[in-house]
């Protein structure tokens, strides 16, 4: 690709696609003056690509909203510390504001516009502390970088990026790199093993104790990185249980016995509470459990060479005894695994 500045545009030239004002240390009055030589000569909208990383910009210049064709910007490595709300209004499909000082209040109230297709969003290298909750309107997008940020957990409602509202939370169809590495997050969703098309988790240098035991159906999934967690270098098992309620012992007996239940004997609120009974995962135990249940951490093993901890949920402390989870048939790795597992 060729790289043009101000001093080359050409009204009559459609093959300059690409503005390149990179790593000059230029501030927002240079390059604003910059832009505007560009639009007095005819010639924005001549531009899909600006790179305007490694200059000394504290915020992005509002005339670029003059460059109606733009579709990549390049911001990173700037001090920026916000992002105007003009930009939504550019036909952008990647956006690049990486290393920068942006916090969560500094972001655009909305990155979605009727012109918008964003399908690249990278803010790794900031000062987010959660979530950015206005990213959920972002349907086109397919590649999304929140590492070395502050994050602290990931939204129940980070389904909704999807083109389509599913039944079941969770089915992002069309996100194939999900980067949340350098961040301060405990937990992941169950429903992130929903991501079809996931490629790349990058979830390294955060505070992740165990993975959600889905995730080893993700058969797209070639690269996952855990390095620097606790489920890494120390595992931990909380067998503390409490008492179960008198309607989970009940439901419990109903469930394990096949007692009957004839329509308008008894409540349908109880109804509903019976068909959410979850079975116990231990294959030797034919025991069920509603709110009530043992965490448990089961090592699985990746390609004959990791074994990383996963999530499951067991009806009683007991279940653990004895060693049948070795012999369980899915720690046979299978040949859809991830080729790269980087622990450490």
């Not at 959920?136 to 083109?163: F, M, V």
């Not at 309620?245 to 004839?262: D, F, N, Q």
Request: glycine content about 4%.
């Amino acid at each position: 690709m060729e790289y043009y500045t101000s001093d080359s545009c050409d009204s009559d030239s459609r093959e300059q696609k690409t503005l390149d004002l990179s790593n000059k240390l230029l501030d927002c009055e240079a390059i604003s003056s910059e832009l505007d030589i560009i639009n007095e000569k005819n010639c924005a909208t001549n531009y899909e690509t600006i790179l305007l990383n490694g200059n000394r910009i504290k915020s992005v210049p509002l005339n670029l909203n003059r460059f109606t064709n733009l579709k990549i910007l390049d911001v990173s490595n700037n001090g920026l510390a916000v992002l105007p709300d003009a930009l939504r209004f550019c036909p952008l499909t990647s956006l690049i504001a990486k290393h920068n000082q942006l916090e969560n209040e500094s972001l655009p109230k909305s990155f979605f516009s009727a012109k918008s297709s964003l399908r690249e969003l990278n803010l790794s290298g900031n000062k987010l502390k959660f979530f950015p909750e206005q990213i959920l309107e972002l349907a086109s997008l397919r590649y999304l970088y929140l590492g070395a940020n502050n994050i602290i957990n990931i939204p129940k409602d980070i389904w909704k990026l999807q083109r389509q509202v599913p039944e079941s939370v969770g089915a992002l169809k069309s996100l194939q790199a999900l980067v949340l590495s350098d961040n301060d997050i405990e937990q992941l969703p169950a429903s992130i093993a929903n991501l079809d098309q996931l490629r790349s988790l990058l979830i390294h240098k955060n505070k992740l104790k165990t993975l959600p035991t889905q995730i080893i159906k993700l058969r797209n999934l070639t690269e996952l990185s855990l390095r620097d967690n606790p489920l890494v270098v120390r595992f931990v098992r909380d067998m503390t249980l409490q008492p179960p309620s008198l309607l989970e012992l009940a439901g419990r007996t109903v469930k394990l016995h096949r007692l009957p239940i004839e329509p308008g004997e008894i409540p349908m609120s109880l109804i509903k509470y019976l068909t959410s009974a979850q079975c116990c995962v231990n294959p030797k135990c034919n025991g069920v459990f509603f709110d009530n249940r043992v965490e448990h951490i089961k090592f699985v093993d990746f390609c004959g060479r990791y074994r990383i901890p996963l999530l499951q949920y067991l009806c009683s402390s007991k279940c653990i005894t004895g060693s049948w989870e070795s012999r369980e048939i899915d720690n046979t790795p299978s040949s859809h695994m991830m080729r790269k597992v980087l622990l450490g």
